[in-house]
């Protein structure tokens, strides 16, 4: 998919998102989760797929096997910020989000 198939929307200020910490916003009636790690931006489904809750904006960031992930708050499986996919089930996978800064707003992708 190139680039001009892309929908960007802006979900957020860059400000509203901390160095290290994720922020959930709303993309077309969707939860995503929008991570800041040092200042590349990062978006995967809010929802933990083991629980069905939106809680993996708050979730603890860092890395893991060289990998940059979230750990779901709940029962702390590791989701690749990058691909989406679970470390410790690589059946289980979030949706990723192409994401970029632009004049200071966080945009988020959709096929157009």
């Given at each position: 998919m190139s680039s001009s198939d892309l929908k960007w929307t802006s979900v957020?200020?860059?400000?509203?998102?901390?160095p290290m910490l994720g922020v959930r916003?709303?993309?077309?009636?969707?939860?995503v989760?929008?991570?800041?790690?040092?200042?590349?931006?990062?978006?995967?489904?809010?929802?933990?797929?083991?629980?069905?809750?939106a809680v993996?904006?708050?979730?603890?960031v860092g890395d893991l096997s060289n990998q940059i992930v979230v750990a779901s708050p709940l029962y702390k499986q590791h989701f690749n910020l990058t691909t989406g996919v679970c470390l410790e089930d690589d059946k289980v996978c979030v949706k990723t989000y192409p994401?970029?800064?632009?004049k200071g707003k966080i945009q988020l992708a959709v096929a157009g």
């Open positions: 957020c200020d860059a400000d509203d998102v901390p916003a709303l993309l077309d009636g969707n939860q989760a929008i991570f800041n790690v040092k200042e590349t931006y990062y978006a995967i489904d809010a929802v933990d797929p083991f629980t069905e809750t993996l904006s708050r979730g603890i994401v970029r800064k632009l």
